[in-house]
């Protein structure tokens, strides 16, 4: 398995209707190619986790950095695991965070978005943390 968690800036224009597209493009297509994860938005900002093979999720990262909707995409973290994470998350999405959990996702992106060096900790705290912010 494989593992990829990046954000991105939203541009300005962005949509309810171009999330309601993302979303639905993305749960058909990751379904087919055996991709789960989430994804997070904020007011100015996306969050995701894609996991699957390395191949499947280089593929579908790829088509997303080609995608006029977000900018400024950095890789948090892009490593291989033992075993699915997140079996049951079929594309996850966060709706309508309340203000503590829009706090606590700033704090991801203020905390990890620079970080060079994972401890084993920080890894699992910022799935947890990504995780508690979405239904599954
Ligand atoms: C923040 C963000 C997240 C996205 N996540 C996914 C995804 O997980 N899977 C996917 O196939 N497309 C995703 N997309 C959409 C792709 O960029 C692209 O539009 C889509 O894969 C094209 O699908 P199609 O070739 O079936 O039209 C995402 C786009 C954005 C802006």
């Not at 789960?36 to 990262?61: N, R, S, W, Y």
């Not at 995608?67 to 948090?76: A, S």
Request: glycine share 2%; hydrophobic share 35%.
């Amino acid at each position: 398995m494989y593992q990829l968690i990046y954000v991105s800036d939203k541009i300005e224009t962005f949509t309810p209707s171009d999330m309601e597209e993302i979303l639905c493009k993305a749960r058909k297509n990751n379904a087919q190619y055996g991709i789960t994860g989430l994804l997070v938005e904020l007011p100015e900002h996306f969050i995701q986790i894609l996991e699957g093979t390395q191949d499947k999720v280089e593929f579908t990262f790829n088509l997303i950095c080609e995608d006029i909707r977000h900018t400024n995409i950095r890789v948090l973290l892009a490593e291989k695991t033992r075993a699915r994470e997140m079996e049951s998350w079929d594309m996850g999405f966060s709706e309508d965070l309340d203000p503590s959990q829009l706090d606590d996702a700033r704090l991801i992106l203020n905390n990890f978005s620079e970080k060079q060096n994972f401890s084993d900790i920080h890894r699992q705290s910022l799935k947890l943390l990504l995780k508690s912010l979405c239904h599954e």
